[in-house]
């Protein structure tokens, strides 16, 4: 076999990745406050760009493609109506205010900074007290006894290490805690599963005399720790925004947080002038900034035009509710825009839409379509199932309380969409809702 070595020229074709197409892909990801964010941080390196506080109108609804009744409008966000109340001290400077005021030794104010250290946001001891007291070099019947007295602030329940404590902590600060009670708190797994007539054994009480205690207990804070941080989390201002006008449904760009590219040409024909040795830099950096400011341009056209049809499809939902959600996915409002698939699921991941039923993910109104039968019409989706099944347990008898199968049978008869047990299931476990046989259990314990 003889080996030798050869060159030869061929063509071919090949998608480059370019820097610039990555950050334009980057560029349809992001919403409206990341945005500005990421062209300030290209401001800082570019003499010749700038970020505007206002953007400017859509070009027209003729160059959006759009219909008369989602051409775009002029209402802005109401960034005032989005400021939180101010949430007031921390559990944790709550917590050191109380201690300040215990009789404590200086020593033993020095050690409480510990059992700070260890509170969770629950109210609750995130660490054994055995580690509390290695850690402060003391024995552990040592921080056993400092705890007690840490457990005197208010409210009632902090420094608890388990829900039995906590709850023993509020009953004795409201002198309930009877041996009866504490026999209650020792058989916690039993009031779960609503064994009333073992817990009466148990505590060596009638059946009123229970349901009393039950009452009392359904009145305490389980996690007396969370009134403090329970800080609401700000909402993010949305970045497209639905409002019904004469004609019908209208879509438009928050201009209220949508930043613009101001790009300073006259500047640097300044600089070019004035330093003729420049005029490479001048080029590069300018084109830089004509070139971001085309494709914040490009997303701002993209998201009107993926959130003005995905409004178009949804005009139920937005008259009527959840209920009335239409299955709907990427390759459908990809083509009809004339985008490809992917473009349409990289806006979607990072846009917030304000409508009259809420503001959502852009991303919430693709949903699939559920199997129906044919006389029943058009297909059901699978968010349309959920809301349906979530008013359905709302509404139901709590001493009755509907099966995962039965809910399947009802809709399957009253909606025709055809579904299985376990996919009933699948959408109580995602909305959060517990099955019937633990609903039937609350249901007893809260009637006591």
């Known amino acids: ?4 070595t050869a060159q030869s020229i061929g063509q071919r074709q090949s998608v480059v990745v370019t820097a610039q197409l990555q950050q334009a ?6 919403g409206n406050t990341d945005l500005q964010s990421f062209i300030e941080s290209q401001a800082e390196e570019n003499p010749f760009l700038e970020v505007g506080t206002r953007a400017a109108q859509p070009r027209s609804s003729r160059d959006l493609t759009l219909p008369s009744q989602l051409r775009s409008g002029g209402d802005d966000w109401d960034r005032i109506g989005q400021l939180a109340a101010d949430p007031g001290p921390s559990l944790y400077a709550h917590a050191a205010a109380e201690i300040a005021r215990l009789p404590l030794s200086p020593a033993e104010a020095m050690m409480a900074e510990a059992f700070l250290d260890a509170l969770e946001p629950s109210g609750w001891l995130g660490q054994p007290l055995a580690a509390i007291a290695d850690r402060l070099f003391i024995t552990e019947a040592e921080a056993e006894q400092l705890l007690v007295k840490l457990q005197r602030v208010e409210p009632a329940g902090l420094f608890a290490r388990n829900l039995a404590e906590c709850l023993a902590l509020q009953a004795a600060d409201r002198g309930l ?4 009670f504490s026999t209650l708190l020792d058989n916690l797994p039993m009031l779960a599963q609503a064994d009333l007539r073992g817990l009466c054994r148990a ?8 349901k ?4 009392h207990l359904r009145s305490f804070n389980p996690k007396p720790g ?3 941080d329970a800080t609401p989390i700000p909402q993010r201002a949305p970045d497209l925004i639905v409002t019904r006008g004469e004609g019908g449904w209208r879509v438009d760009l928050n201009r209220s947080t949508l930043p613009t590219v101001v790009v300073r040409s006259d500047e640097a024909r300044r600089m070019s002038r004035r330093e003729v040795t420049a005029n490479a830099y001048v080029a590069e950096r300018l084109s830089v900034a004509r070139w971001l400011s085309r494709a914040v341009e490009h997303r701002n056209q993209t998201t009107l035009k993926v959130g003005a049809e995905v409004v178009r499809r949804q005009i139920d939902f937005l008259e009527h509710g959840p209920a009335r959600m239409r299955p709907m996915v990427l390759r459908e409002v990809a083509e009809a825009i004339g985008v490809h698939e992917s473009t349409v699921s990289r806006v979607c991941s990072g846009i917030l839409i304000a409508t009259p039923q809420g503001t959502f993910p852009l991303k919430t109104f693709f949903s699939a379509a559920l199997a129906n039968r044919e006389e029943a019409g058009e297909a059901g989706s699978a968010s349309a199932v959920r809301h349906r099944i979530q008013k359905m347990i709302a509404a139901e008898n ?3 309380p509907l099966s995962d199968d039965h809910i399947a049978r009802i809709i399957g008869q009253e909606d025709g969409v055809q579904l299985a047990r376990r996919t009933v299931a699948k959408y109580r476990e995602q909305l959060r809702i517990p099955s019937s046989v633990d609903r039937r259990r609350r249901a007893i314990v809260s009637r006591m």
């Open 398 to 400: 709590p001493e009755e």
């Open 212 to 215: 009393a205690m039950l009452r």
């Open 177 to 180: 805690l009877t041996p009866a």
């Open 203 to 210: 505590c060596d009480v009638g059946m009123d005399d229970l």
């Open 226 to 228: 969370a009134t403090f």
């Open 1 to 4: 076999m003889q080996l030798f």
């Open 25 to 30: 892909i980057q560029l349809l990801q992001m």
